[in-house]
């Protein structure tokens, strides 16, 4: 009884895993599902009463053929599983993979981004805001040096300019007084003449 109660136990368990139902059949140890030939088993089995207990006489053929046949549907069952568990190895492992692959793929990505917001100046790689920030301040600074010169050469015109004039009246008073000069010499040397003339007649 021990052994039967614990292929019961065993076969309840196992159908439990498998899952399955079956539509009614007629009944046969030799096929059909195993809750089946236990129920071939109670069915063909005689039962008396005694002590106040019910005892099922069962023949001891039969409980070796449904002990063979509960041991290869545990076999078969374990073969099951083990497949099971070799097809949820390969999906772990191939997870494990796709976790990686998918790692590599979100640090490509970060370093993308990284290289976007950053620039290089001389070989340094800069943020995008600083970059931003250095180029329009040497713009700037550019722009401002460039009002500088232009007010300087502006100065420096109007400084030429005045000179070029002032230079012009010079030049133009310096001929004024040349003029004059030989307009002078010209007079001192034509009154020379006039007395050297008056000298000559008065001898």
């Not at 970059?131 to 007010?151: D, E, K, R, S």
């Not at 109007?158 to 002032?166: E, G, I, M």
């Not at 230079?167 to 007084?177: C, K, N, Q, R």
């Amino acid at each position: 009884m021990k052994i039967l109660s614990t292929v019961l136990l065993t076969i309840v368990f196992t159908i439990q895993i498998q899952g399955q139902t079956t539509p009614p059949q007629e009944l046969s140890l030799n096929s059909g599902p195993i809750e089946d030939r236990f129920e071939y088993i109670f069915k063909n089995s005689r039962n008396y009463r005694e002590d106040g207990r019910r005892y099922e006489v069962v023949r001891y053929e039969n409980l070796l053929t449904l002990k063979g046949h509960t041991l290869d549907s545990l076999n078969a069952l374990k073969v099951k599983l083990k497949s099971t568990e070799g097809i949820v190895n390969a999906q772990s492992e191939e997870i494990e993979s796709l976790k990686k692959s998918l790692n590599s793929t979100k640090e490509t990505l970060d370093n993308t981004i990284a290289e976007k917001d950053s620039m290089s100046l001389f070989g340094m790689q800069m943020g995008k805001t600083g970059y931003n920030v250095l180029m329009w301040g040497i713009i700037i600074g550019l722009f401002a040096l460039m009002i500088f010169f232009i007010l300087k050469f502006k100065s420096s015109n109007s400084l030429t300019k005045a000179a070029q004039h002032k230079l012009a009246e010079v030049e133009s008073e310096f001929d004024e007084h040349r003029r004059i000069a030989l307009e002078r010499e010209q007079k001192v040397r034509r009154q020379l003449q006039d007395e050297i003339m008056k000298h000559k007649k008065s001898k």
